[in-house]
């Protein structure tokens, strides 16, 4: 790639938000009064009138056509956790053979779509599919390949909410209503509330060449053969390791991409499989966090294939080395001001303890939601394959605070251990200060410093779900502590009249100690410092009552169970249909993914690993045959001969298995049936011929064998500084 399309560190501030109509330029572009109401909209909300649209529009028009934009398209998050959009031209041609560029207020706030072609879970029936697509201010409008996308959400002609940005935001809004309650009486009236989420992504970054050659990962993003590498990633060498080359390349680039699109993505680094990869932007409010990041995967595929390169999102994309995940850092603001932060004496910051307290519970109450909210195929492959949380949510909240929290608990004084400074014991190195949070990355849920990382989410996920879950979760809890306060303070004033405000602080802080006390003994069993992955904690954590949820069959029946419809449905997220809806979306989406898992498989084996063991064994059976008249028989030969020629038998008879067991599992209509025979049958059958193929590629030679081998992905060589070249190993065959 040439150095050009890379940014020099001079044009850092220029190249930054370039291609979106941000705040900065709706202010140079808009009316004083259109840019003040637009953004009072689009933090608090209120009616947008035809008059403010129109302005908006021709603003936008305008600024899009000077960037060379010639279409826009409402942009936004169907079920199936992707981004969609429909691209409509500015052109409007005129009678006498002209055109001009036309985009009216009505056009941007709002646009039609069929909702019965995007998962749908059944609210859309195809004779009534109506669905509209809805502009959302508080995400800015950006350029992308030509078009201006505008960030909207979907409902239908029902007005049920047919994406994922929808419950998300009706979840924001269930919390700053109940964060703004419990708040008052601490004496804090905040006028926002804001949820802050930083994704970490993880990807792999192989050649392209080798991705066009498996017809696994080019339909399901993941390979479903393949022997066991020579080198994993036992040596740690990868891990923060020298970024080679073209990957580095790439890395600018798409930093440069994303820089435009205004994602603040401000850390990159190798992770621990080879070829495996990390970025991080700044946390930002959830909604654009999570709009970024949908873009951050779609722009990071786009730029790797500019580079001879192949990025894989996949949650599992290859056995034996790491997963990919994605964490979803969390954390809450009242008027920019983030209430997570212990301050440096936990102990005595009493409104710390409160929020805490609520977020304990909600993880412990709501621990089934947050389980489904990330249940996929792909990550069942991943969770609790000892590189990622397993599938039972605990939380982690390094020393210092758990000992607060047991002291707490069993009502004994503590003193935090506050900063301290790390001694290496070299009296030239400078001052580092030790932080009161170890880090613990088996914990499926870790108190970082001064937010929660929920580390669970698959690298493909579209974070919506889950911190839909997790607000509304937090809602219930700062709900549950404002009431029980009210009505205690409601208790005192009935029988000691009406309190003076020193007196009703005092209580206030009285009451709500007795309910973190409460609710800390109540859900103590969440927490857990120790190791997630080893064996010991499943047994424990069971012992504790904890669910273990191993698999998305397991996870999505408890979406639809009747507390969790009943609790949605009080914080206004979502209703019965909703829910039911986002159960048969997800539920459906497991048999799809695995249905072309499992014809991926039959496909491979019947159309090249059949035919390739047959030529091999067929050429040494000619060898052996020679040979033997030549009387220069090799007992090896033989042996090798035998041996290929049962597997032949054996990966036939396995093949046939699984098709005859992805078929019958196809036919069924219950979504639920349907998945448990796709986790009961299905996936047996697929790991039976699996090792059974993989078992042949150590056998058979490597000019014959069809595909890739992991050895060639996860270490392909490079030649020079500007071209990838393939180790040419045997012949090459194309898919
Ligand atoms: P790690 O050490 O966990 O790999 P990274 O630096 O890769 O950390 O990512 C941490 C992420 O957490 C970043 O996206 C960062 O912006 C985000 N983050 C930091 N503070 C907060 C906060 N208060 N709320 C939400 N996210 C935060
Ligand atoms: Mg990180």
């Given at each position: 790639m040439a150095a050009d399309t890379l940014i020099a560190s001079s044009q850092i501030e220029e190249v930054f938000g370039s291609h979106v109509f941000n705040k900065a330029v709706q202010k140079e572009r808009l009316s004083r009064a259109t840019y003040k109401k637009l953004q009072h909209i689009a933090e608090n909300g209120g009616r947008l009138t035809e008059e403010i649209a129109n302005e908006v529009a021709e603003a936008m028009k305008e600024w899009a056509l000077e960037h060379g934009a010639t279409y826009y398209a409402h942009w936004f998050q169907p079920l199936n956790g992707i981004t969609s959009e429909k691209h409509n031209s500015f052109l409007h041609p005129l009678p006498d053979g002209r055109a001009i560029a036309r985009f009216s207020g009505k056009e941007l706030i709002q646009g039609e779509t069929d909702g019965s072609s995007f998962p749908n879970g059944g609210l859309r029936a195809t004779f009534e599919a109506r669905g509209y697509t809805i502009w959302d201010p508080a995400s800015p409008a950006f350029i992308r390949n030509g078009v201006l996308c505008i960030p909207t959400a979907m409902m239908s002609y029902t007005q049920e909410t047919l994406d994922k940005r929808v419950p998300m935001l009706r979840s924001q809004v269930a919390l700053a209503k109940q964060a703004k309650r419990l708040l008052g009486y601490f004496g804090r009236e905040p006028k926002t509330i804001t949820v802050n989420i930083g994704p970490e992504q993880e990807y792999f970054i192989i050649t392209e060449k080798d991705f066009a050659q498996r017809p696994d990962l080019i339909n399901c993003g993941r390979t479903l053969f393949g022997r066991r590498p020579v080198k994993g990633q036992q040596l740690s060498e990868h891990y923060y390791g020298t970024i080679r080359p073209a990957v580095d390349r790439f890395m600018k680039d798409a930093n440069k991409r994303l820089w435009e699109l205004g994602i603040p993505v401000i850390t990159k680094h190798n992770e621990v499989a080879p070829c495996q990869h990390e970025l991080a932007p700044q946390y930002e409010p959830a909604s654009i966090a999570i709009d970024h990041n949908l873009l951050t995967m779609t722009e990071i595929k786009e730029v790797a294939g500019k580079h001879g390169l192949t990025c894989l999102l996949h949650e599992k994309p290859f056995n034996f080395v790491n997963g990919s995940g994605k964490h979803s850092n969390w954390s809450l603001s009242a008027?920019?001001?983030?209430?997570?932060?212990?301050?440096?004496?936990?102990?005595?910051n009493l409104l710390f303890l409160v929020i805490l307290t609520c977020v304990i519970s909600a993880v412990d109450k709501h621990q089934d939601l947050l389980r489904a909210s990330i249940a996929s195929a792909g990550n069942d492959q991943r969770l609790g394959a000892d590189e990622a949380p397993p599938a039972i949510i605990s939380m982690f909240l390094g020393d210092d605070l758990f000992e607060i929290v047991e002291a707490i608990i069993e009502g004994r004084k503590y003193k935090s251990h506050g900063k301290e400074l790390l001694d290496a014991g070299v009296p030239t190195l400078a001052d580092?200060?030790?932080?009161?949070?170890?880090?613990?990355?088996t914990s499926p849920f870790a108190f970082t410093g001064n937010k929660f990382e929920f580390r669970m989410p698959g690298s493909q996920e579209n974070l919506s779900g889950c911190n839909m879950v997790l607000n509304t979760a937090v809602a219930e809890g700062f709900d549950l502590c404002a009431t029980a306060i009210e009505n205690k303070l409601q208790k005192a004033e009935s029988v000691r009249g009406k309190l003076s405000a020193r007196d009703?602080?005092?209580?206030?802080?009285?009451?709500?100690?007795?309910?973190?006390?409460?609710?800390?003994?109540?859900?103590?069993?969440?927490?857990?410092?120790?190791?997630?992955?080893?064996?010991?904690?499943?047994k424990e954590a069971k012992a504790r009552g904890l669910l273990n949820l191993k698999t998305t069959a397991d996870a999505l029946p408890y979406l639809i169970k009747p507390q969790n419809i009943l609790f949605f449905n009080k914080y206004k997220v979502m209703d019965e249909a909703e829910v039911t809806a986002r159960y048969v979306a997800t539920a459906q989406q497991y048999a799809f993914n695995l249905d072309i898992e499992a014809s991926c498989m039959v496909y491979m084996a019947r159309h090249f690993y059949l035919p390739a063991i047959q030529r091999f064994s067929a050429d040494l059976a000619m060898a052996v045959k020679t040979k033997k008249e030549l009387r220069a028989t090799s007992a090896a030969e033989v042996a090798i001969l035998k041996k290929t020629a049962h597997a032949l038998d054996v990966i036939s008879a396995a093949t046939d298995s699984l098709d005859a067991a992805n078929k019958k599992a196809g036919a069924i209509k219950n979504p639920q049936t349907q998945d448990n025979a796709y986790k009961n049958k299905v996936l047996p059958a697929m790991a039976a011929l699996r090792e059974e193929v993989d078992a042949m590629e150590e056998c058979v030679g490597r000019e014959y064998w069809p595909f890739p081998s992991y050895n060639r992905m996860l270490h392909y060589v490079k030649a020079s500084p500007d071209k990838i070249q393939i180790v040419k190993i045997g012949r090459d065959s194309s898919y």
């Open positions: 008027d920019g001001k983030n209430l997570l932060d212990p301050s440096d004496t936990p102990e005595d580092a200060v030790l932080g009161t949070t170890d880090r613990n990355r009703k602080k005092r209580a206030v802080s009285k009451f709500a100690f007795a309910w973190v006390k409460r609710t800390l003994k109540a859900h103590r069993r969440i927490l857990f410092n120790g190791n997630g992955y080893s064996a010991a904690w499943e």
